[in-house]
């Protein structure tokens, strides 16, 4: 079972960056998919970006352009690269990993992100 572990985020004003970082227990090439949800209060569970193990990625669409999904396989991390931020995108960020025969869901503690001025 893979054991995740974030960082890497804060309190940021309208407009700046953030660099969240999930750092994996196992290699990044045993799993599946990666990626990284949001979950802002009362809303449900959102998925905001995605990389297969072969590198290809995907983004919600209310974060195509601002935001850059990558992972470094020397270190198992995987990076969101967040630029642009507005106060919508304040919510707790989650990494998640689907590993093994049933692509088995596997999450992070979360971390917060706060976009105010």
């Known amino acids: 079972q893979v054991q995740l572990v974030e960082s890497g985020g804060g309190l940021v004003q309208p407009g700046g960056s953030l660099r969240l970082s999930c750092a994996a227990s196992d290699s990044v090439f045993s799993i599946h998919v990666m990626g990284w949800y949001r979950q802002a209060p009362g809303n449900k569970r959102e998925l905001v970006a995605s990389i297969t193990k072969d590198g290809s990625t995907n983004y919600a669409d209310s974060v195509k352009g601002r935001f850059t999904i990558s992972r470094d396989n020397a270190k198992n991390t995987v990076y969101l690269q967040m630029n642009s931020l507005q106060p919508e995108d304040t919510a707790v960020y989650y990494c998640?990993?689907?590993?093994?025969?049933?692509?088995?869901?596997?999450w992070g503690q979360g971390t917060q992100v706060t976009v105010s001025s």
């Open positions: 998640n990993a689907k590993q093994g025969l049933w692509w088995s869901d596997y």
